[in-house]
């Protein structure tokens, strides 16, 4: 099982029915693919996780990456799982809150220079972790 965590920049704040679209589109597709994950949102940038098949977890990120709705798509962590970590999800969702990123020292300056994605690429086993608090919730 391969996963793949990326972190990306939202062309413009996305409102909650853009989200919704994003997510109807991606848990149709997904359930095709036998791919799971979590997409995490907030102000402007996302994280996500997909895991599955490597073949077909690399090409679905390669489409994902070129969605004019995000830019700047950073990847974060690959490698191969023992299980799925999301198998409730063909794609949660959770938008994070102040104390969820709590968790990632540095946030604060980084909202100064929002589209600087070393502060995730640089702790990304502090992704993972703020990942893996979502396993149980999807907010729809
Ligand atoms: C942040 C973000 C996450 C996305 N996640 C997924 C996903 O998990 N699965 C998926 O099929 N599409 C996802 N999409 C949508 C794809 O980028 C793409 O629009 C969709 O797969 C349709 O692809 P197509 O236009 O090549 O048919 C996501 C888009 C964005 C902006």
């Known amino acids: 099982m391969f ?3 990326y972190v990306s920049f939202a062309a413009h704040d996305l409102s909650d029915e853009e989200l919704k679209d994003i997510l109807k589109v991606a848990r149709e597709t997904n359930q095709q693919l036998g791919i799971t994950g979590m997409l995490l949102y907030r102000d402007g940038f ?3 996780v997909l895991e599955g098949d490597e073949d077909k977890v690399k090409a679905l990120f ?10 700047n798509v950073l990847t ?3 490698g191969q799982v023992e299980s799925r970590r999301f198998p409730d999800w063909t794609m949660g969702f ?3 809150s102040d104390s969820d990123l709590d968790q990632l020292p540095g946030f604060t ?3 100064s220079r ?4 070393t502060l995730f690429t640089q702790n990304s086993d502090r992704v993972l ?12």
Do not use: C, E, M, W
Request: positive net charge.
């Open 94 to 96: 959770n938008k994070l």
């Open 76 to 78: 974060v962590h690959t």
């Open 62 to 71: 390669a489409r994902i990456a070129a969605d004019p709705r995000h830019r």
């Open 129 to 140: 972790t703020l990942l893996d608090s979502f396993r149980n919730r999807s907010y729809y």
């Open 46 to 48: 996302f994280i996500q």
């Open 3 to 5: 996963s793949l965590v």
């Open 109 to 111: 300056d980084f909202l």
């Open 114 to 117: 929002p589209d600087d994605g």
